[in-house]
């Protein structure tokens, strides 16, 4: 397989990872504050706290994977402009 493909397939595993880590955060703490309503008889209020949380978590893990997984390209980019010909400036004119 060549290297072009391997990176992609790489990285769109990761990509469809992002989702099932953002469900998966608010999911759980959703569970847990409501176990944790019935458990005290707070009504909803943990359940809505934990919510919130659930939420930041899931945020912070999609940031996460995004920064390890999908490095900067602006090196690389600026780079590859300054080496295109339809980039590079025209010659001076004699005065």
């Known amino acids: ?3 072009d493909t391997k990176n992609y397939l ?5 990509a469809s990872s992002v989702g099932f880590a953002m469900v998966l955060a608010i999911f759980g703490s959703l569970l ?6 019935r ?6 209020k943990l359940t809505l ?6 939420i ?3 945020l912070q893990n999609i940031y996460v994977i ?19 010909p339809h980039r590079k400036r025209p010659p001076p004119k004699k005065a």
């Open 49 to 54: 706290l934990f919510f919130i949380v659930g």
């Open 1 to 3: 397989m060549e290297k």
């Open 39 to 44: 458990k005290f008889g707070t009504g909803n």
């Open 66 to 84: 995004i920064k390890k997984n999908f490095p900067d390209e602006g090196e690389d980019v600026q780079r590859r402009i300054k080496i295109e």
């Open 32 to 37: 847990i504050g409501t176990w944790l309503d």
């Open 56 to 58: 930041a978590v899931g």
């Open 10 to 14: 790489i990285q769109l595993t990761y």
